[in-house]
């Protein structure tokens, strides 16, 4: 039928537009099926993927004086006070990013799910992945660029809580892998920690020499002023040096004490290899498979396909309408479509020739 005078200036009315549709069927109903038949078959051939997921908390030694409920407030808005940025749950997840512990996983020795394929019980993660690189160095940062994009980390900023996501072909490498990260990352606290404390300890030990010599020195001037001065309580300047003389004693003593302290507490954390990473939920081998979404992908396939039609519908009404007005705009496009058929044309026979 034709289109002349049925699109007005203000747009199309909904008979229009249906009658559009009903006159090319065809493609209408034709590009929705086949862009969901084509995404269907590919779902069902697409090799399934699994999610093994862990959570866990990291050990945060508070250090703030700020009273409870304005702490509780900062947590809710993403913020904490008063925290070691070492310790954050954001930090922990950066860590599970970096490429030193990356490297661990992937060089760590896994069951080799293809060992039907491999005849080997036992591979490294980056030879599961695929070694695909020229050197040793080559293959584990393709490995590592995989594995980073198998990797989903969030952190909640109000529970203090990490979630590590890993995607396989296999779910009980998926399960091992991330349970493997947990280790290495308790690896990785024990060695800081311990290289902290070492550090410290080295230090305090240094300042205790010199805190039992500065005591040494403050109790030798008291006793001092106790022999040149037998009857010192009956003169007022004589009782307020005293007095000075044993408060300086006291101050450095403390100091002292407080040294010796933080120095066995030193020694201890220097040794101690307790992990600092509760694991609320360890990894499991999933039972069903987290992709392909079939169902969401047959669905974006289908509204795209609708999407196609419907503009392959009103493509060729116009050019239908163009047409039967012949109009000069119709005229010079078919004769730039035989222009360019022409050309290509003259270019394969060229490159047929050259060969």
Known sequence: ?????????????????????????????????????????????????????????????????????????AGQLGMSFGVDASESPRFYAEV???????????????????????????????????????????????????????????VDMQTNLVRLSVQSEYPELAATVANTFIE???????????????ARRIFVEAR?????????????????????NRSWQQAPQLVFEEGRLRRQVEIVKEVYLTLKREYEMARIEEVNDTPVLTVVDAAVPPEKPSGPKRRLWVLSALVLGGMVSVSWAFGAAYLERVRKEAQPEYLEFTGLLRRARRELAQAVRGLVSVK
């Open 208 to 228: 205790i020499a010199d805190g039992e010599k500065d005591l040494q020195q403050a109790e030798q001037e008291l006793k001092t002023f106790y022999e040149r």
């Open 184 to 198: 290495h990352l308790n690896e990785f606290n024990a060695q800081k920690r311990q290289s902290q404390a070492r």
């Open 96 to 154: 599970l990013k970096s490429r030193e512990l990356m490297a661990r996983v992937l060089q760590s020795q896994y069951s080799d799910p293809r060992s039907r394929e491999t005849l080997a019980d036992s591979a490294t993660l980056t030879e599961i992945l695929g070694r695909g690189g020229h050197t040793s160095a080559d293959s584990l940062d393709r490995a590592m660029r995989r594995l980073r994009q198998r990797l989903a980390i969030t």
């Open 1 to 73: 039928m034709p289109l002349s005078g049925s699109w007005d200036h203000e747009g199309i009315s909904p008979l229009v537009f249906v009658n559009l549709l009903v006159k090319h069927w065809r493609a209408t109903l034709g590009l929705p099926l086949a862009f969901g038949g084509v995404t269907a078959l590919y779902t069902i051939i697409a090799t399934p993927t699994y999610e093994a997921s862990t959570t866990f908390a990291p050990e945060l030694r508070s250090q703030n004086r700020l009273p409870s409920s304005l702490t509780g407030l």
